[in-house]
Every structure is written in structure tokens, then in C-alpha cells.
């Protein structure tokens, strides 16, 4: 099964794998119960909250996102809605003056700059207590600010982040996706208790206004700026939390190409924004953020490379020689049959199972979080339709921040 390879590597990979995924589990079951208790205190104070929606573009979605947010179980007089037109050129202002007889939202209209100068022109237009961004293809579940605002409860907590779920699928990439967000936020939850969130998305991750009054607005941090601000955050010593039941539903790419533009721009923001905050590894004062999640972000970019060029050298080589057999013997139907004299059970083989396994329990559980229904399509859609697609984006990431390459937003 690993011939070819060093088994040192090999066994290298699966055993950093299966410590980093144990870690996992083993904090989940252990903040579970800590969770219950504190969620029996009394009702939380309530806030006054500005959510941002900066919009370029978005005729075909910013309807749908302006009415969930008006959906909203929260006092009116608390929660002002802020759409931001960042030049567009189709029908986006139009549709976001249809809201205008809404006393809760407000419409401006900027020269486009990108979206972290419309975010930042909104949150200079506010004095709310909370200030948080919903991109204007994403949707909110009504109960959502109320779940992010409880998190708010403990005076420490800086920024909250939701529980970010595909909306629709419908395309064997969509649904890929709905079982790789179906992980992330059950990661969200875990990092959140670990104090280790290294990303605040921009659908509806919610910030003390402090925290732009002390570290400043955002920048365009290579176009991953929610990335760089929770870095800085962290710098600085500010806490992120997570809201695991603060829903919130998002239209993601349905085409390899579409997804490919995204992937890359977040890989290649994330590799840059690492290596302007490198001073976070290593460093205890960081916690578990510098200590084990930034590099082991690092250390499976790395694997995800090696495992790429290693499937496909072993693909060449297999190719080859049946190629070589076929020109030997000819074409033949081989006899399909299945004897276990010829099952794998090297120790490499059942730890490989064993990671598998305890992916597909990190699957369920986050299945089980989110409250969403997970197919065998969707499965096999991430198991083994989105591994041919990555290496093309983690490959052009890497290259292009070696050659200094700055991707556009779209």
C-alpha cells in the first residue's frame, strides 16, 4: 500500500493526524458538559447591534439577506442594518432601496474600493455596543444574534463567530462543501473553547465596537481580511468565541472554477497573513492558537502537498504497468472476487482505517450540531471528488506566494 514511500513519512503523517484529530474529540467531550452548565444562567443582557452588509454586485441575493435579517428575534429598537453599495453596476442599489421604508436600514452608496473599505465605512457610521458584517449572499436564522448576543454575557469576550452552513446544495461541489462547513463548525466550537479561533468569517461574526476602537478598522490583509483581524486580535489579546447555535446560511461556489477563485484567494491570504504574523508560533502567551492550531495549519498544507504528488506518482505507476501488461498479454477482463487473505493488515493500513474512522465521527457529530441531514452523496462527494480539486488550488497558492502573485477578489 505505501510502497515507493519512506514509511517514516507515512507513519509521520497518519500518527500527527490521529494525535491533532484524539486532541479534537477528546476536548469536545470534555467542554460539553462545562457548556451545559453556564447555559442555565439567566438571560443575557441585551446589546444595541449594527450589522453591516457590504454589497457589490449581489442583485440576485441581497433581497433574500435583507429579509432574513429583518427576520431578526431581537428588539427593533437595538438592531440597525447598514447596506453598503460599493459601486455596483447592476441592480444591487435599486433592490437595497426597496428596504428604504424599513426604519431599521440604512442605504449608502460608495466608489468601490473593495470589502473591507465598506465594511469600515460602515462601522464609522454606527455608535452600537456590537458591530458584525453579513455578506449579501448569506442568510440568518431568526434565533441568531440572540445566540451570538449570550456568548456577548462574558465582559472578556471580544468577537463571536456563528455556525456557518451551505445553504442549498445542489451541485456535487456544493455538497462537498456542505460536509467540509459541517466540520468547520464543530472545529469553530472546539477552537472557540480552546480559545483558538483563528478566522472570524464574514457572514455574520460579531465584534465589540472596542475592538476597532483599540486596534483599528480593517485592512485588505491580501483580500482574507477576516483572517488578518482575528490574527491581530489574538496579538493583542483579545477573545474570540463561538456561537454554535447562531445559524447562519451561505450560497457557495458551484462550479470547480468558481470554487477554485475562492479557495485560492482564501489559501494563498492565509499562507501571506501567516507569515506577517509568524511571531504568534511557538509563543506560549498565544495558548493553544500558537502552540498547536496555526501550526498545524501549516503542517497539513504541507501533508496535503506531499499526499497529492504521492497519488499522483502512484497513479502514474499503475498506469504504466497495465500499460505494460496489456502490451504483454493483451486485453483481458479480470475475475472480480474478494478474499480476505488479501486484505492490508499492516499497522500503517489499520491506523490509516482508524483516522478514517475518527473522521467520519467528527463528520456525525458536526452533522448532529448543525441540525442539517447529511447523504452518502455528499460523503463521497468530499471524500472523493473534493481531494482531486484541492492540490489545484493549495499548489497555486504556494507558487504564487513564492512568486509574489497578489489574486483579485473575483
Known sequence: MFSGVPEAIIFGIIFISLFFQVFLLITFFERKEVKSIKNKKGSPTLFSVCIIVPVWNEEKTLRGTLESLLSLEYPKDKLEILVIDDGSTDNTLAIAREFSHEPQIKIFSKPNGGKHTAVNFGIEQTKADLVGCLDADSFVDSQALK?????????????????????NPKTIIQKA???????????????GDLSAIQVTPGPFSIFRRKVFEDLGLYKKAYNTEDFEIALRMHK???????????FVYTTSPATPYKLFRQRLRWVQGSLLNLIDYRELFFRVQYGHLGMLVLPMAVVYYFIALFISVYAVTNFTQWINRKAENIALTGVSVPEIYFDWFYVDTSIMSVLAFVLFAITLTLISFGIRMTKEKGSLLELISFFFVYPLLAPFWLWRAGIDVLRGKHNSWR
Open 177 to 191: 462543501q456542505k460536509i467540509e462547513y459541517t466540520i468547520g463548525a464543530l472545529l469553530k466550537r472546539i477552537f
Open 147 to 167: 445566540e451570538v448576543v449570550s456568548v456577548f454575557q462574558n465582559k472578556d469576550m471580544m468577537a463571536v463567530t456563528p455556525c456557518m452552513i451551505v445553504k
Open 236 to 246: 493583542h489579546g483579545y477573545k474570540i468565541g463561538n456561537a454554535p447555535k447562531a
